[in-house]
């Protein structure tokens, strides 16, 4: 079972004070040294794949938020308030992990380590759930922000790492699904837009409308932030229930849109107005 540990140091360090938080850079060199080892890898896959310049253009951009919100001040930032963190996780969910989905990163990883011939990979993806991707990604989500397990990630650097590789891989497989332009499978991706949308924001309100702060790591770390425990626990609720609810909805909405395109309900592109003949 586990237990907070309120002599532990946190990975990300000690709570820093709004006057030297820039200071605060995570330059861990184990991390650094693996997150440069997954571009590497991802340009090495690529190349095999031939995949895009834009799509490789894109896995860049995503992984350099992703790397930013680790070795930022917003790891520190995370340690002094709830809603830092909360925010660190919305970036890394709705930011980079769907833009480094939509650099292929399934299919890099297959060519590297597999070397499944192109066609049985996208059949092999053709027979994944998006709702099990839903229901993943809920689950990491849930468990990571119930007090319990979220406190012992202040405790030991294992389980912080745990969380964060849990989280994103949960999300990278949701938005691999939520990006998937295969016509079979829109119903299915629509499911998993309106699956995330909902728990994302029930979970969000629930942390929001708590009449009591929940987690013991901030409950003296928060007032040199002017926020007092709760108030800063609300406005991390109110991170992820807007955000969230607004991303997964608007996708949900475009695939819904595909949809209908190719169910003949409307046109893609307006026809042009023709003159009328005198």
Same mark, same amino acid.
């Given at each position: 079972m586990?237990?907070?540990?309120? #002599?532990?140091?946190? $990975?990300?360090?000690?709570?820093?004070?709004?006057?030297?938080?820039?200071?605060?850079?995570?330059?861990?060199?184990? %991390?650094?040294?693996?997150?440069?080892?997954?571009?590497?890898? $991802?340009?090495? @896959?690529?190349?095999?794949?031939?995949? @895009?310049?834009?799509? =490789?253009?894109?896995?860049?951009?995503?992984?350099?938020?992703a790397?930013?919100?680790?070795?930022?001040? %917003?790891?520190?930032? &995370?340690?002094?308030?709830? &809603?830092?963190?909360?925010? =660190?996780?919305?970036?890394?969910? %709705?930011? /980079?992990?769907?833009?480094?989905?939509?650099?292929?990163?399934?299919?890099?990883?297959? /060519?590297?380590?597999?070397?499944?011939?192109?066609? +049985?990979?996208e *059949? =092999?993806?053709?027979?994944?759930?998006?709702?099990?991707?839903?229901?993943?990604?809920?689950? /990491? %989500?849930?468990?990571? +922000?119930?007090?319990?397990?979220?406190?012992?990630?202040? &405790? &030991?650097?294992?389980?912080?790492?745990?969380? +964060?590789?849990?989280?994103?891989?949960?999300?990278?497989?949701?938005?691999?699904?939520?990006?998937?332009?295969?016509?079979?499978?829109?119903? =299915?991706?629509?499911?998993?837009?309106?699956?995330?949308?909902? #728990?994302?924001?029930?979970?969000?309100?629930?942390?929001?409308? /708590?009449?009591?702060?929940? $987690?013991?790591?901030?409950?003296?770390?928060?007032?040199a932030?002017?926020?007092?425990?709760?108030?800063? #626990? #609300?406005?991390?609720?109110?991170?992820?229930?807007?955000?969230?609810?607004?991303?997964?909805?608007?996708?949900?909405?475009?695939?819904?849109r595909?949809?209908?395109?190719?169910?003949?309900?409307? *046109?893609? *592109?307006?026809?042009?107005?023709?003159a009328?003949?005198?």
């Amino acid at each position: 079972m586990f237990r907070y540990d309120h #002599q532990a140091t946190p $990975y990300c360090g000690t709570p820093p004070t709004p006057g030297e938080l820039w200071r605060h850079w995570n330059f861990d060199p184990t %991390l650094i040294v693996a997150l440069l080892a997954v571009l590497a890898l $991802y340009f090495i @896959g690529a190349r095999r794949l031939a995949i @895009g310049s834009r799509k =490789q253009a894109v896995f860049v951009i995503g992984w350099t938020i992703a790397v930013l919100a680790l070795i930022s001040p %917003l790891c520190p930032l &995370s340690v002094s308030l709830f &809603s830092a963190r909360v925010a =660190q996780h919305m970036v890394l969910a %709705l930011v /980079a992990a769907p833009l480094v989905a939509y650099g292929s990163p399934v299919a890099v990883c297959d /060519a590297l380590f597999i070397r499944r011939p192109r066609e +049985h990979r996208e *059949e =092999q993806h053709r027979r994944w759930n998006a709702s099990l991707a839903a229901g993943v990604f809920a689950a /990491a %989500l849930w468990f990571w +922000h119930a007090p319990v397990p979220y406190d012992e990630t202040f &405790s &030991s650097s294992l389980v912080y790492w745990l969380m +964060h590789v849990s989280a994103f891989g949960a999300a990278l497989w949701l938005w691999t699904d939520l990006l998937d332009p295969s016509p079979a499978r829109a119903l =299915q991706i629509l499911g998993a837009g309106a699956i995330s949308t909902l #728990q994302m924001s029930f979970l969000g309100a629930l942390i929001t409308f /708590a009449p009591r702060a929940l $987690y013991a790591p901030h409950l003296t770390t928060s007032a040199a932030w002017g926020l007092t425990p709760l108030q800063d #626990q #609300q406005l991390g609720g109110a991170i992820m229930w807007m955000p969230g609810c607004v991303v997964f909805l608007v996708v949900s909405m475009l695939v819904l849109r595909r949809a209908l395109i190719l169910a003949g309900w409307f *046109e893609d *592109e307006p026809r042009p107005i023709r003159a009328r003949s005198r």
